[in-house]
Structure formats: structure tokens, C-alpha cells
């Protein structure tokens, strides 16, 4: 028995996929660069513009509204990262959040300090570390991507590890490639060398239930756009982690937990729709009994189940196809519901253009992932990369299989 509602019901509040090309209903497989966003979370936003807007902590009734809906956001968004509302804080992105923190922690490195980050990194957790390394005459050292395994090479990241580790800066989850690595093992083991802990669960986070503190972090970030919500970047900043942070600030800004990490004015809108996005999956389960945490466990591992099985139909019918590669750990293994390919004798943009014909909305390119394309041979030419949704439907990434098929074999 299903614990959540049937994909035509949760499609039914996404009036994007009302969307066509020609006569062809559009696939949207671009969610892992930004979902479609519900009905709820732009009704959301509408209303807080429209009836509550206003700056923070004044004395009167629109601003002490404010108040009330950025602290239940946090509370929701709390929820959803598994966390107290007094750890969450928002940013206009996660890099833009992450480059703040590294500037602060920088302040605290000297010359011979290392920090590790990985070859499997979106560029947002590993350009801040570039910065601070060149600035502080720290020592940046490099997890090894394992081209076979599309995983961290086994082993590498204990070898680089030392009493001179300062920071790790890991993600939880590859958008290029769909990996999903032991962040848990990595943070407990940083910690037990005194390092500061940066998990990265931008690509993660839409696919699977994030638990900031069982894995164990001093800091976890993510977007809400890559979850249903609006451009707003989240961090969960663990109270003692955030307090010893030398962050700058303007003399009468907050300096307290968690606003402290805050800078000027923030985007209320954007929070409240992110805490929307966050209502939005917990109202996917079908017992609606229980706590807003319990319900969002049991929508994300149902979405994560759904996932699978889509993103093995996608691989496994990709694969299949000549003059095609496909890369990423194989279906049945940690990984999200992200396939990225190449098509032979084709650039990636040529290929997410010709599929356009067929409603087919895929990106190509690089993803920030930079290291890992150039890795993989593809630093100019980029891959094509389609990514499961909660509104994907299995015809969906059959039509996509059958669209890449008819370009390989020459029918475009």
C-alpha cells in the first residue's frame, strides 16, 4: 500500500507541466539545476507580498506578522534538515552563504593549515576553500574522483587526513553524476582531528531525508529551489559551530545565533516560500497524523523508492543505446535519480536543443561540477543531464529514452 499520494496527484498541483511544444506535453528533467515550483509555494509568497510584507521586529501588525512567518519557517525548515529552528538560517544562495562562512573561518587559518575537499564537488563547496587557501597560505588537499567508480577513490580521503586538518568540505550527494558518498563516516572522522565539517546537500537533499545531526556537521547547506520552493539558499549551523564563527557584520546587525549569519536585509519572501516547499512534500503523505517531521521521512523515502525505479528505467535504457555513454554508479546502488550522457558525434547543447522537439527539457553542460567533466574528458564539450523529479513519470523518461535513441541513430 502506498504511503503517498499517486504521482497524478502530486503532478495535479504543478501548472508548469500544463506547459507544451506543439502538441507535446513538456518533460521537465532540469529539476537537479531548479524544480517546477506547486500551486502552495507561489500562493505562498503572493500572500506574504501582498498582506504581510514589511522589515522585521517593528511595532506593528505587518512587521510582527513577519516575525511570526520567518519563525515558523525556520521551524519547518528546521524539520525538514533535522534540526531546532535556532541552527537555521537563510542566505541569498548556498555559495553566497558558503563564501560568507569561509571568509570567517579564514580569519582563524595560518600558512601550513590544509583542508580537504573532493574532485566529486560542485564547484560551490570547493572555490571558497580555493580563495581562502590562496588568501591565508593554507594547504588545499584533493580527494581523487574515482573515474571506474564514479565515487571517491577508496581510502584517499584517510590518507590525506592529519593533525594539520583544519576544514573538509564534502558533498552529500554528486549532481552530475547522481553519487551519493558517506558523509557521515567522513565528518566523524574530520572531527576526530579537530577539522570544521562542511556538508554540501544541495543535490542531496531533494532525493533524500537529510539529518544534519546525525551526520554529524558543524555546517549543512541546500537551496530550496532544488526542492519545489523559490532561489533561497538554507544553512543548518550548529549553535557552538555558528557562535565561534569571526563572521563580519555591521555594528547594529544581530550577533547572535542564528540571525548572525544573516547579512542585511533578508529575502522573506523566499523564506516563506521555502518553508511552503517544505509543507508542499510533508502534505504528499497520506496519514497526515503525524509530526511534520515523521511525515516528511515517509514522503522522502517513498520519493526516494519512485526515484530509483525511474532513474534504472532512464540508465538501463540510456545504456542500451548505441553511441551512447552514460555515467554514474549503476541503479541499485547509493545514488539519486540524475543520469548524465553523451551522445556521440554531438555536443551536449546540440542534443538538449534537438530534444526540445520532442518536449523533452534536459541541460547540458558542466553543472559546476567542473572538475568532475574535465575528469571525465568532457571540460568543453559538457554532458546532457536529465534528473527525476516527484512529477516524473515513468512515460516520461520512456519518451526521453526513445528521444535519445532516434538522435543517435541519426532521425533528428
Not at 503572493?46 to 522585521?56: E, G, Q
Not at 593533525?163 to 557521515?184: E, F, H, Q, W, Y
Request: charged letters at 20%; glycine letters at 8%; hydrophobic letters at 45%.
Amino acid at each position: 500500500m502506498s504511503t503517498i499520494v499517486s504521482p497524478d496527484e502530486i503532478r495535479a498541483h504543478f501548472p508548469a507541466l500544463l506547459r507544451r511544444e506543439g502538441n507535446t506535453p513538456v518533460a521537465y528533467f532540469d529539476g537537479p539545476g531548479g524544480t517546477q515550483v506547486p500551486t502552495q509555494v507561489a500562493s505562498a509568497i503572493t500572500d506574504y507580498l501582498l498582506h504581510h510584507n514589511a522589515n522585521t521586529h517593528w511595532a506593528y501588525p505587518t512587521s510582527a506578522e513577519t516575525d511570526a512567518m520567518l519563525s515558523h519557517a525556520r521551524e519547518v525548515l528546521a524539520d525538514f534538515l533535522g534540526a531546532s529552528a535556532g541552527e537555521i538560517s537563510f542566505g541569498a544562495n548556498m555559495t553566497t552563504i558558503l563564501f560568507h562562512i569561509a571568509r570567517a573561518i579564514g580569519r582563524t587559518l595560518v600558512p601550513g593549515d590544509e583542508i580537504i575537499v573532493t574532485e566529486l564537488d560542485h564547484h560551490a563547496n570547493i572555490a571558497p576553500w580555493q580563495a581562502l587557501a590562496k588568501e591565508r597560505g593554507a594547504v588545499l588537499r584533493w580527494v581523487p574522483l574515482d573515474v571506474m567508480t564514479f565515487r571517491h577513490e577508496v581510502g584517499a580521503f584517510e590518507r590525506l587526513l592529519s593533525p594539520r586538518t583544519k576544514v573538509v568540505a564534502v558533498g552529500a550527494a554528486s549532481n552530475i553524476l547522481g553519487t551519493i558518498s558517506d558523509v557521515k563516516s567522513m565528518v566523524a572522522k574530520a572531527r576526530a582531528v579537530g577539522a570544521i565539517t562542511i556538508v554540501d546537500a544541495v543535490h542531496y537533499a531533494p532525493h533524500v531525508r537529510v539529518d544534519a545531526r546525525d551526520f554529524g556537521a558543524d555546517f549543512v547547506l541546500c537551496s530550496a529551489y532544488k526542492f519545489y520552493g523559490p532561489h533561497i539558499g538554507i544553512c543548518y549551523g550548529r549553535h557552538d559551530a555558528t557562535a565561534a564563527l569571526d563572521l563580519p557584520r555591521l555594528e547594529p546587525a544581530p550577533d547572535y545565533v542564528p540571525e548572525c549569519l544573516e547579512t542585511g536585509t533578508q529575502n522573506h519572501e523566499g523564506m516563506v516560500g521555502a518553508a511552503a516547499a517544505v509543507e508542499f512534500l510533508a502534505s504528499l503523505a497520506i496519514d497526515q497524523s503525524s509530526s511534520r517531521r515523521a511525515r516528511l521521512a515517509t514522503v522522502m523515502h517513498a520519493l526516494h523508492e519512485r526515484g530509483d525505479a525511474l532513474c534504472a528505467q532512464m540508465y538501463d535504457g540510456l545504456k542500451r543505446i548505441d553511441g551512447v555513454k552514460v555515467y554514474g554508479p549503476p541503479p541499485g546502488s547509493a545514488r539519486t535519480a540524475t543520469v548524465s550522457f553523451h551522445v556521440g558525434g554531438y555536443t551536449s547543447e546540440y542534443v538538449a536543443r534537438a530534444l526540445v522537439a520532442r518536449g523533452l527539457y534536459v541541460s547540458h553542460g558542466d553543472f559546476y561540477a567542473t572538475t568532475v567533466a574535465r575528469r571525465l574528458g568532457y571540460a568543453d564539450e559538457g554532458l546532457v543531464r536529465a534528473g527525476c523529479s516527484c512529477y516524473t513519470t515513468s512515460e516520461e523518461v520512456a519518451r526521453l529514452v526513445d528521444g535519445v535513441r532516434a538522435l543517435a541513430a541519426g532521425a533528428y
